[in-house]
């Protein structure tokens, strides 16, 4: 799908996981995730749609993951626009999936801001993804102190 930008810029994006064509789409910058999925050929019957914020506008280089029904829970599979619920002070809620959050999902977190995100996002891209949460104190930036606050929040 090729939608050509009209004064608004253009977004590049990925869509990857249940749906019937993955692969990087260009998108006008004021698209929603519902157009990456439907440019993709929208999702296949094994997709689970109820983690995916399908209203959230798309931002370049972002990556969209579809989950299967049974697999992943849908935890961290697309963006979440800024100022979202997630934040300092916010109630716990389900555990990100490392292997599946995108940088601002993860820019969410306590303690971890965009350039911190953007390391574990291209250390999980680096190295196939996280065999295990305490595996991301690899990642520059993040210490004993850091990996502690973050581990409860975090699944993968």
Do not use: C
């Amino acid at each position: 799908m090729r939608v050509e930008p009209s004064g608004g810029g253009t977004a590049v994006v990925q869509v990857a996981g249940a749906v019937r064509r993955p692969g990087v789409y260009r998108l006008r910058a004021d698209r929603r995730v519902d157009d990456a999925v439907r440019g993709a050929g929208g999702p296949t019957a094994k997709a689970d749609l109820a983690g995916v914020n399908l209203a959230a506008k798309v931002s370049d280089g972002q990556q969209v993951i579809v989950p299967a029904a049974g697999g992943a829970d849908g935890a961290g599979t697309t963006a979440a626009p800024a100022g979202a619920a997630g934040g300092a002070g916010a109630a716990p809620g389900p555990k990100l999936n490392l292997n599946l959050a995108t940088p601002e999902q993860l820019d969410q977190l306590d303690g971890v801001g965009p350039a911190t995100a953007q390391k574990i996002v291209a250390y999980r891209q680096a190295h196939g993804g996280f065999r295990s949460v305490t595996e991301l104190d690899q990642v520059p930036g993040i210490g004993e102190k850091k990996l502690a606050a973050l581990k409860d929040r975090l699944r993968v």
